[in-house]
């Protein structure tokens, strides 16, 4: 395996996530004065994407990169499992309730779909998804399915596909990693 494309995938990845984050402070979905995110466990959930990233590749006998909704499902189930939007008062309660992290998972995997072959994000398409009426109540079942219900990253990777061809005019299955 080439180490340093991976570290490159790694850096891209991370600033992928915190832009995302960021995003969704600046638009008012996570509160910036209530939560973070964590850098040593955003850190985790790349690694752990790039690991399951590499087995995907041998189960699947995939040359080469992956696909945009293959990448946003693995990242989406590790930012699940790592939680890495923490509350910046660690005495704060009820943060069980919180969807701060679930938020990150799902706009971070739509960003990660919107990827164009330039590097840069399809925000148009972006910005008629999460207008759309539709979009407040897809938003609720998947962040539901996230915080309470079992899935997997290859269930995930479904539903990202499917919003794809849905959401984005010219979506092809682009690799991205």
């Known amino acids: 395996m080439d180490h340093s494309n991976e570290s490159d995938i790694e ?34 959930v790349v690694r752990h994407y790039l690991q399951d990233r590499t087995v995907m590749k041998v189960r699947y ?3 080469g990169r992956i696909q945009a909704p293959k990448v946003a499902g693995l ?14 008062n660690g ?15 799902v706009l971070h995997g739509l960003a990660v ?15 008629r ?3 759309d009426s539709r ?12 915080h309470y219900r079992n899935y997997t990253p290859g269930s995930l990777y479904i539903i990202f596909d499917t919003a794809s061809r849905l959401i984005f005019p010219n979506y092809e299955t682009e690799s991205v990693d």
């Open 129 to 131: 998804f999460i207008t």
């Open 135 to 146: 979009f407040k109540q897809w938003l609720y079942n998947l962040k539901h399915l996230l």
């Open 11 to 44: 850096q891209k990845r991370i600033k992928s996530l915190f832009s995302t984050f960021i995003s969704l402070v600046s638009i008012g979905l996570i509160n910036s004065r209530e939560y973070t995110i964590n850098r040593s466990l955003m850190s985790n």
């Open 113 to 127: 779909c919107a990827e164009l072959p330039n590097g840069k994000i399809d925000s148009e398409s972006m910005r």
């Open 75 to 88: 990242i989406a189930a590790s930012v699940m499992r790592y939680k890495p939007v923490l509350p910046i």
């Open 61 to 63: 006998g995939i040359k």
């Open 91 to 105: 005495n704060a309660e009820h943060i069980e309730s919180s969807d701060a992290n679930e938020l990150l998972a």
